[in-house]
């Protein structure tokens, strides 16, 4: 029977058991789990995991905003399937550890029978096939472009290639917009990623972000200073303040206008917090 996981994730929809609400809400609680660690993923011993997380996601947002504009841009004519593959998804599984993805045009069922029937699928990654289409391909609907064999949905296409093939058993599909993990299982299984909307959230979020005034401080995960009321970095040294244990860089706000202090004892040594005790 299929199900349908209800979360607080917005973006991700799951849909069967590949991908359970509640072990998204795990990992995000960091309880319990193997592989959240920076060693895990292969970092300096003196990196930090969000950090890592910051640096890809800035990264991904800017080429994110230059492939979006583009495809605003784009004539009716020109199809983007190349604007979304290189512009977009190949950076983004690139930044996600796929690597550069060869193009691969199609894939066997049976790599070792030169007669048996290949599937129009763009890319392979470790026996993981990667179907990347253009933007304006929509992932449940027939693909008008392809031989009449294979004019179906994306989804469907990979979905059909997971079941028969005995090599394959996870998959990937997504036109840019969308991202969905397939899993080879006759009963229909997945795990989808509105990308669009992730971005949009974010900037909803950056918006409103001065009016929520009981948001945590930003300075506490990201590492460095940060404007406790917007997460703006923009902040202009304002002199220091001191309390009897505690010496406080003073910051304003060049984005909102508030003010934010930051610890130098944490970062001069204790002798500081000593300074004038006798």
């Known amino acids: 029977m299929q199900t349908v996981s209800r979360s607080s994730f917005t973006t991700v929809t799951t849909e069967g058991a590949i991908l359970p609400?509640?072990?998204?809400?795990?990992?995000?609680?960091?309880?319990?789990?193997?592989?959240?660690?920076?060693?895990d993923y292969h970092l300096a011993p003196n990196e930090?995991?969000?950090?890592?997380?910051?640096r890809s996601w800035n990264r991904l947002l800017g080429v994110w905003e230059g492939f979006d504009e583009q495809r605003t841009n784009l004539p009716?004519?020109?199809?983007?399937?190349?604007l979304t593959r290189e512009r977009w998804l190949l950076i983004l599984l690139q930044e996600l550890g796929f690597?550069?993805?060869p193009f691969q045009g199609s894939l066997a069922l049976d790599s070792e029978d030169e007669e048996s029937?290949?599937?129009?699928?763009?890319?392979?990654?470790?026996?993981?096939?990667?179907?990347?289409?253009?933007?304006?391909?929509?992932?449940?609907?027939?693909?008008?472009?392809r031989?009449?064999?294979?004019?179906r949905s994306p989804h469907s296409l990979m979905q059909e290639f997971l079941n028969r093939s005995d090599r394959h058993l996870w998959g990937i599909v997504s036109n840019g917009l969308q991202l969905r993990v397939l899993r080879d299982n006759v009963s229909f299984t997945r795990a989808a990623y509105n990308i669009n909307d992730v971005v949009l959230t974010e900037r909803a979020y950056d918006r409103l972000l001065p009016w929520i005034?009981?948001?945590?401080?930003?300075?506490?995960?990201?590492g460095f200073p940060a404007c406790t009321n917007c997460g703006g970095t923009n902040l202009q040294r304002r002199g220091t303040a001191r309390t009897k244990s505690m010496e406080y860089q003073r910051y304003q706000c060049r984005d909102c206008g508030s003010w934010v202090r930051d610890r130098l004892a944490?970062?001069?040594?204790?002798?500081?917090i000593m300074a004038g005790v006798t």
């Open 21 to 39: 609400a509640d072990l998204l809400q795990r990992i995000v609680d960091g309880r319990e789990l193997e592989g959240l660690r920076p060693e």
């Open 48 to 54: 930090r995991l969000n950090e890592a997380i910051s």
């Open 76 to 82: 009716e004519d020109d199809r983007g399937t190349t």
């Open 99 to 101: 690597g550069r993805l």
């Open 117 to 145: 029937a290949r599937y129009p699928i763009s890319h392979e990654y470790d026996r993981s096939p990667l179907h990347m289409v253009t933007f304006r391909q929509l992932l449940d609907r027939a693909d008008i472009d």
């Open 147 to 151: 031989a009449q064999r294979f004019r």
């Open 213 to 222: 005034s009981s948001h945590p401080n930003h300075g506490l995960f990201v």
């Open 266 to 272: 944490e970062r001069r040594g204790r002798k500081h």
